[in-house]
């Protein structure tokens, strides 16, 4: 059964009969204009998990990136600064990237799992628009300043996988007290190496005990990746230096063929502030706060809504969601209102279809959170307003 349609405008519905019309007589070329940034899918249509074979050319390699922060930062007049935050199991380098000088400090990560390719594209082209001579980003960087870091796990970017590119023997020799542990749960042993984004801790100072693994996703993790731990300093050091990184925000990439509830098409973005059920759980984190992540969720999804744009297609990410051991669920619970990026589609599934899209979406979004720090409205968004985000959902089928 299909939900009931909600009201849609003529335009849309008459666009809904064109494209149905077209596939049922086979119109050549016809299909391709689906994956266009204008046309609607219906949600009868073939989502598509076939990428042609060019799942990764057109994203940005390792190389690629370090090419482009140069020349970002050469172009920028000094706005923008790029450092080496890390190194990766396989030695190579984890930028990071810091434009503004305001006292709210924003903190964008992308690409924690290699195969989720859309956040690092868009951070370059929010890096190349804050570093800008506008009067617009000159405002944004009195207000706000914002450290990227893109691509956090460049091996699993490099080898298309969600995973990075650590042993379960390579974490032993860097922590001989673990030696006689059993296996981290989130280790993959057929594919060899670890879902990044289980290994953080909200005790930024954790070390690794034996007996807190195996692990599960209801507990934390250890720091015990290159990758998690790059990202722990850069979050530290600004910690530091602000008091508190006010907002954490983390660029994923989800399955493509999801609706929302009410929705008479596939969802584009889903997006969520909540990974932690019972703080107290976790021991004692007072500056937890729930509303201020989900202020910056409407923010974002405010940002996104314009008429009959694909980029209206936001939906919630499940709220059921309990996972302390992922930078959002730890950073959350030290103070950052935080907000999850599920981009449609994965590279092995979805490749560079709505690329162009996708990315814009994604830099529009954190443009959002961006503004609504600049011109102070930020904190007079009503909170419960993020209930009223449709609900991500499976498509039904008859
Ligand atoms: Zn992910």
Not at 130 to 154: F, H, M
């Amino acid at each position: 059964m299909r939900q009931a349609m909600p009201t849609a405008s003529p335009s849309r519905v008459k666009r809904h009969v064109a494209v149905a019309a077209a596939l049922l007589i086979g119109i050549p070329g016809v299909a391709v204009s689906l994956t266009g940034p204008a046309a609607a899918q219906p949600l009868e249509s073939h989502c598509g998990n076939e990428t042609g074979n060019k799942s990764v050319q057109g994203f940005i390699s390792h190389e690629e990136l370090r090419r482009s922060l140069q020349q970002i930062e050469q172009s920028s007049n000094g706005h923008v600064s790029v450092d080496v935050a890390g190194y990766s199991n396989q030695g190579r380098e984890i930028w990071s990237a810091r434009v503004g000088e305001g006292d709210t400090v924003v903190m964008v990560q992308s690409q924690i799992h290699g195969n989720e390719m859309h956040g690092t594209a868009a951070l370059l082209d929010a890096l190349r628009t804050l570093g800008n001579n506008s009067k617009r980003s000159e405002e944004i960087r009195k207000a706000v300043t914002i450290v990227a870091v893109p691509k956090l796990n460049p091996d699993g970017g490099e080898l298309v996988t969600r995973q990075n590119a650590r042993s379960w023997s390579d974490v032993v020799a860097d922590f001989p007290q673990l030696a006689s542990a059993r296996t981290a749960w989130n280790y993959n042993t057929r594919l060899g190496g670890f879902d990044v984004n289980r290994d953080f801790n909200p005790n930024l100072d954790y070390v690794p005990q034996a007996g807190d693994f195996p692990g599960n996703s209801a507990s934390t993790g250890w720091y015990i990746t290159p990758e998690a731990q790059a990202a722990r300093d850069v979050y530290r050091a600004l910690e530091q230096e602000f008091g508190t990184v006010h907002v954490f925000a983390d660029l994923h990439n989800q399955a493509a063929c999801y609706t929302g509830v009410g929705m008479d098409d596939f969802t584009t973005l889903s997006i969520s502030g909540r990974f932690i059920t019972n703080p107290a759980q976790h021991g004692n984190w007072p500056k937890f706060n729930y509303d201020a992540s989900r202020r910056v969720n409407v923010a974002v999804y405010d940002a996104l809504q314009s008429g009959n744009s694909p980029q209206s297609k936001v939906t919630l990410y499940p709220q059921n969601t309990n996972l302390p051991g992922t930078a959002l669920g730890s950073f959350a619970l030290r103070g950052s209102a935080t907000i999850l990026f599920e981009t449609r589609g994965q590279t092995q599934s979805w490749g560079q279809k709505q690329h162009g899209m996708l990315t814009k979406q994604v830099e529009d979004g954190l443009f959002g959170i961006i503004d609504s720090i600049t011109d102070g409205t930020l904190n007079n968004i009503d909170p419960e307003r993020y209930e009223l985000i449709p609900e991500r959902m499976n498509v039904p089928r008859s």
